[in-house]
């Protein structure tokens, strides 16, 4: 158990904003009935930045912005923005805005109508509201259809007006959620492109809701992995894929394998498999990505150990391959398309990329 | 797909009921709009527009016209009043208590009409319950006159007996507007209010449309409550046809009547179909 707490202590699960705090979510937690959705949620938004909510469906990721649109009440906890009490305001306080999953256009209006609303029921000057709405459907590009009703428009159309109709209320954070589900996978990857630069653009924070980890790598300063209502690690993509703190997040970015073994007296033992290691004497469980295994090349220092073949499987510039081991622990490696002939081969990888991780414990 | 034996078994009989019971009457109603009663009291079988003209000319068609459909006016304008607000708590804010509360708008609907009319007349009588009540507390000195017999009564009697009608349009169509519209107002920063007036009043108005149609129509038709409740002032355009059809034999003017009153419901059922559908987005 002492070695699982101090590895607690080398991977931190909370990374520090890099800027100023915009939002603080303290000890959220959400009870629908008997059912536990949230608990006890912490976590800092900074200003200006592109934060992800990334988890499995029925993770509490949309519960946690409806939460924070005043959609929903927390069962306790606080939500703090800019120093005032955030949560006790309704939604219609909040300088927040929200692009929704279907996106939620007002059916009975134009384009042009859609995102003049927020203006309008704040009642700002006409000419200011023209000039806004035009400056907002000009960014999306939208103009050319501004007096169509949104029944007209196409669904990657229709997301760009709700990103407008959000936008042109210049909020202090904008909540997505899942906002680009329900496009087709080309679409998906454009707009993906397009929301980070409009992102970097206008300087306002996004908190964008997703179960697609791609995405979530492609567009995030900093990604927070919910699993079952609890927050299982918050860091930027490349940390979150490179340092994984728990096996639940290895797994759930991007390919891993996962070996069960124990370090005693420095070295590290996982069935035949054995490295130097300057971990504390225990159980571990390590993460090995699959591109940090290679063909060997006798490199001193490494790990080696002869595999059989399984399977190999195409994915474009790279081959994903299983191997099994002599003593049956069965590899996943990643190499260049077509590099693998032959039934038997030897593999190796840096001691060092072996990264120790946490168990995740059962959840419901 | 379906065999033609089947196709038949299924089209005729209902093709067959509105054929004898739908297009036969109104045939024949059409043809007795342009005969006449002989002095002799036999129908004249010769085509003419005496029947229209009569109508035209003599005031009392037209002004009991004009007051039937004043009171039909009065008992949609009233029916909405009432049946809006409680479709808009039953839709937003019943909870748990929706299911019984819609039950309780229903049930009223399957008490005979007659005998709602007639509880109206045990109410609003001379010695009814209000004015004994009235009495009693001293409010009044003597029976209130104008509550019975009278367009009162009948505006009265009719708005509680089709009030149900407009919810149930109203109440459906606000069921229909997605949550997340109402929450994306909120998002915008519009409070309860302007939320209901830019998005959920706008995406009503087809159950508004349908259930002032319904009031409307029905009541324009009506000719029970003016019959037991509306005395002499209250008279309605449907007691007409019916004196005309009855003691009074001139079944061809009646039939003119009718006539002219299906033309005018067919009319507002077309328009209020067209609103309907300019105004849903389904």
Not at chain 1, 168 to 176: A, K, Y
């Amino acid at each position: 158990m002492s070695s699982l707490n101090t590895l607690s202590n080398l991977a931190t699960p909370n990374a520090q904003p890099p800027a100023k705090t915009l939002l603080s979510i303290r000890n959220v937690a959400k009870t629908f009935g008997a059912n536990l959705v949230l608990r006890d949620i912490s976590l800092e938004i900074a200003q200006g930045e592109f934060l992800t909510i990334l988890g499995e469906s029925g993770s509490g990721k949309t519960t946690l912005l409806r939460i924070i649109a005043g959609f929903e009440a927390a069962t306790s906890g606080e939500l703090w923005m800019s120093g005032d009490r955030l949560d006790h305001q309704p939604p219609y306080r909040r300088k927040v805005n929200t692009v929704f999953q279907s996106y939620a256009l007002f059916p009975h209006l134009t384009v042009e109508e859609n995102v003049a609303y927020g203006l309008r029921v704040a009642k700002r000057p006409d000419t200011e509201i023209k000039q806004r709405v035009a400056e907002a459907l000009d960014k999306v590009k939208m103009t050319a259809h501004a007096k169509k009703k949104p029944s007209n428009i196409s669904g990657g159309q229709q997301q760009r007006v709700a990103l407008a109709r959000a936008l042109v209320n210049r909020p202090q954070l904008l909540l997505l959620d899942e906002p680009l589900s329900a496009l087709d996978a080309n679409l998906r990857r454009q707009m993906q492109v397009e929301l980070k630069s409009l992102q970097r653009e206008v300087g306002i924070a996004f908190v964008f809701v997703t179960h697609d980890q791609e995405e979530a790598m492609v567009m995030s300063d900093r990604i927070a992995l919910l699993r079952s209502g609890e927050l299982e690690q918050v860091a930027g993509p490349r940390e979150i894929y490179n340092r994984p703190a728990t096996a639940y997040v290895a797994q759930f970015i991007g390919h891993t394998n996962l070996l069960k073994g124990e370090v005693r007296q420095s070295i590290a033992q996982c069935g035949s498999l054995s490295w130097k290691s300057n971990l504390p004497d225990g159980p571990f469980l390590f993460s090995l990505r699959p591109e940090h295994l290679r063909i060997s090349g006798g490199t001193p220092g490494a790990v080696h150990t002869r595999a059989k073949v399984l399977v190999q499987a195409f994915h474009g510039a790279t081959d994903l391959v299983r191997v099994e081991c002599a003593d049956g622990l069965v590899l996943t490696l990643r190499t260049p398309s077509g590099g693998i002939k032959g039934e038997n081969l030897e593999v190796e990888f840096e001691p060092a990329d072996a990264i120790p991780v946490r168990e995740s414990p059962e959840r419901t | 797909m379906f065999s033609r034996a089947y196709r038949t078994i299924v089209t005729v009989p209902p093709l067959a009921w509105v054929a004898v019971f739908l297009l036969v009457p109104y045939a024949l109603m059409f043809c007795y709009s342009f005969w006449s009663v002989s002095a002799a009291q036999t129908i004249v079988h010769s085509w003419n527009f005496a029947n229209y003209q009569e109508l035209l000319e003599k005031p009392v068609y037209w002004q009991t016209l004009l007051r039937s459909m004043w009171i039909a006016a009065r008992v949609m304008l009233f029916s909405l009043l009432l049946g809006y607000p409680l479709a808009y708590f039953l839709s937003f804010y019943a909870g748990k208590r929706k299911d019984l509360l819609y039950q309780m708008v229903i049930i009223p609907l399957w008490v005979s009409y007659l005998v709602r009319a007639y509880a109206w007349k045990t109410i609003l009588g001379s010695d009814g319950v209000l004015n004994t009540l009235l009495q009693y507390v001293h409010l009044t000195k003597h029976p209130l006159e104008f509550l019975l017999y009278s367009p009162f009564a009948v505006v009265l009697t009719l708005t509680h007996i089709y009030t149900p009608f407009t919810i149930l349009p109203i109440y459906a169509a606000l069921e229909h507007i997605p949550s997340n519209l109402v929450e994306a107002s909120h998002d915008l920063g519009a409070s309860p209010s302007q939320t209901f007036w830019k998005v959920i009043f706008p995406l009503s108005i087809p159950g508004v449309v349908a259930g002032a149609t319904f009031a409307f129509v029905l009541s324009l038709g009506d000719f029970l409550a003016p019959l037991l409740l509306g005395g002499p002032s209250g008279i309605m355009i449907s007691n007409i046809v019916v004196s005309l059809f009855g003691a009074a034999y001139n079944w061809p003017l009646g039939a003119a009547i009718s006539l002219g009153m299906l033309v005018i419901v067919v009319t507002l059922l077309f328009v209020s179909e067209r609103l309907e559908k300019k105004w849903s987005y389904s």
